[in-house]
Structures are given as structure tokens and as C-alpha cells.
């Protein structure tokens, strides 16, 4: 995708696919790019999400958001991304209550089957070993 948003045609030929020729329209701004959001809760998964500008997933409890969001902030600062913007988004399944969205400090909920929780990395006095 890096690619594709910077060449007028690309063409890929991988070991688990391929692609012919392709070009990818609107481009961003020169200098810009759109934000890359990962989601998936495997090590992985949240290791990529830490090198790019943001994580997305399903959580059930305060304590999961406060997990991954550990996790992220170890995982950004090992990738020398810690100081860059990143957006760590949420959906909780269930219904919060009150207690738990005082819990996520900053917690916001939004209009969605779930409710969609943004939080803030937390310390490293808070931090949880993945």
C-alpha cells in the first residue's frame, strides 16, 4: 500500500500473492498520507499496529483496554514510535457502567452497537508485561 500511494502503477509478485499492474486513485497529498489502523489482538498484530498510527479492536473489560493499551506503549517505545501521533480505539462489547467508564480515565463512549472507548497509553508505573 506504501507503495501504491506513491507510484502511478504498481505491480506485486509475492510468495502468497501476486498482483498485476494496479494503480490506486485519489492520492493523497504530496507529504500526507491516510492513517494506517491495525487491528487483531495477537503479539503481532499489535507489534504492527505500534509502528503505525494506531490500533482498533474488541475489548470486554476495563482491564483489556488497559492491557492492550500497555502493550502499545511498550511496543511504541521499542519501535522508537512512542512520541508520534497514535489513535488506540476500542469497542467494548456489553454495556459499561458508570464505574467502568471512570475507571479508563478519559474513556469516551460513541454512538455504536458497542461503545467505542478512546484511552491513552498508560504509564509505565501502570504497565501490565504482555
Known sequence: MKIGLNVVRVAVAGEFFSFGPMGFEP???QGQRPPTLIGGFAEKAVRRAAR??????YVTSPDDVRYFACCLQKFREEAGTIEDPFQMTAIYLGAPDRSELDALEGGRTGPARGHALAYQPCSAADRAEP
Open 52 to 57: 503505525y498510527d494506531g490500533w482498533f479492536g
Open 27 to 29: 492520492k493523497p497529498r
